[in-house]
């Protein structure tokens, strides 16, 4: 059995103790908080242990799960515990991924751990999408459309504002832009023409909203190259109408081949989720393998999913997935 650690018990967290149960072949080691365990109460009756208790556990956790934001907490906490442990994380601001993969590898490399960095679906399925479309039609545009739903990651970064209490972020694909790849118009589309982004805010009374709504939309990375709506709600109206954590996609790709380029091509994969943290964290389980079974293999250092051959996701042998999945 594979032994999984949890570091944070958001909803990344909870989902990740969901999917190890539906998973035969691991177990869950316990829940780590920088709360007060005391306060914590798992859905599966887990153990929750401080933080710092990581570090006497080493042996009893083949990888552990980094289940938290993007913004502040997986720049340090995956270069940190990449010394010890087998990691997953979720890393998501694509524009610094390489910066984070150079940290963790050293990290990883350092610990002679392996580290598979910015899992989910995007990044993380979608990009394999990118990479294996980009392959098979070199001549083409890639285009990408996120929800309509929650992202999580941005919803997390609003919430790290000062003054702001809670918030959901929905990202929303423009609709012309969308028709117009699906029909092989192959526009020249700019981050502002393709989605816009709504904002849902329960400020602390008293708080500067002006203020907020400023550090929101000028946010690098996050909203300042979109169309951003920013709405003060209070919690009961969020925990109301916003209680769910919905998301999808679709990622294209529009290409042409022959001698003469004279035939056209779309290819689309297309996600549509129920729920955001739980889809995503059955993916950082499944990676959890891979991870598990590279650092049997002797293998370290930081890795992606573009490293990550398909056969180590699986939890059955390569024999069964070539009679039943080739």
């Given at each position: 059995m594979i032994k999984i650690g949890i570091l944070g018990y958001g909803n990344i967290g909870r989902g990740v103790e969901?999917?190890?149960?539906?998973?035969?072949?691991?177990?869950?080691?316990?829940?780590?908080?920088?709360?007060?365990?005391?306060?914590?109460?798992?859905?599966?009756?887990?153990?929750?242990?401080?933080?710092d208790d990581?570090?006497?556990?080493?042996?009893?956790?083949?990888?552990?799960?980094?289940?938290?934001?993007?913004?502040?907490?997986?720049p340090v906490q995956t270069p940190e515990f990449a010394k010890y442990f087998n990691v997953i994380d979720s890393f998501d601001t694509?524009?610094?991924?390489?910066?984070?993969?150079?940290?963790?590898?050293?990290?990883?490399?350092?610990?002679?751990?392996?580290?598979?960095?910015?899992?989910?679906?995007?990044?993380?399925?979608?990009?394999?999408?990118?990479?294996y479309a980009q392959s098979i039609l070199p001549n083409g545009n890639d285009y990408t459309f996120w929800?309509?739903?929650?992202?999580q990651g941005h919803s997390?970064?609003?919430r790290n504002i000062p003054s702001v209490k809670d918030a959901r972020q929905y990202t929303i694909p423009v609709e012309s832009a969308?028709?117009?790849?699906?029909?092989?118009?192959?526009?020249?589309?700019?981050?502002?023409d393709k989605h816009t982004r709504d904002c849902y805010v329960v400020a602390e009374e008293g708080a500067d909203k002006k203020q907020i709504e400023n550090d929101i939309v000028t946010m690098p990375n996050y909203f300042d190259e979109y169309d951003t709506t920013v709405t003060f709600i209070t919690q009961?109206?969020?925990?109301?109408?916003?209680?769910?954590?919905?998301?999808?996609?679709?990622?294209?790709?529009s290409g042409t081949t022959g001698l003469n380029n004279e035939m056209s091509h779309i290819i689309e994969y297309k996600l549509t989720l129920d729920s955001n943290p739980q889809f995503t964290a059955s993916v950082l389980i499944a990676y959890a393998r891979a991870a598990?079974?590279?650092?049997?293999?002797?293998?370290?250092?930081?890795?992606?999913v573009f490293d990550i051959a398909p056969g180590l996701l699986h939890p059955e042998s390569p024999e069964f997935q070539r009679k039943n999945c080739l």
């Open positions: 969901a999917a190890v149960t539906n998973a035969n072949d691991m177990e869950l080691a316990g829940v780590f908080t920088r709360r007060d365990p005391e306060s914590v109460e798992t859905e599966t009756g887990a153990k929750v242990y401080k933080v990581l570090y006497n556990m080493k042996d009893e956790i083949d990888v552990l799960m980094l289940c938290g934001g993007s913004a502040n907490d997986l694509h524009a610094k991924i390489p910066e984070h993969f150079e940290n963790v590898n050293k990290s990883a490399l350092e610990g002679e751990n392996v580290a598979i960095i910015s899992v989910g679906w995007d990044p993380g399925l979608f990009s394999l999408n990118r990479l929800g309509k739903g929650v992202s997390d970064a609003i969308l028709n117009a790849v699906r029909n092989g118009e192959n526009p020249e589309l700019t981050t502002r009961e109206e969020l925990d109301a109408n916003h209680a769910g954590i919905p998301h999808g996609g679709i990622v294209f790709r598990y079974r590279l650092s049997k293999n002797g293998e370290s250092g930081c890795k992606t």
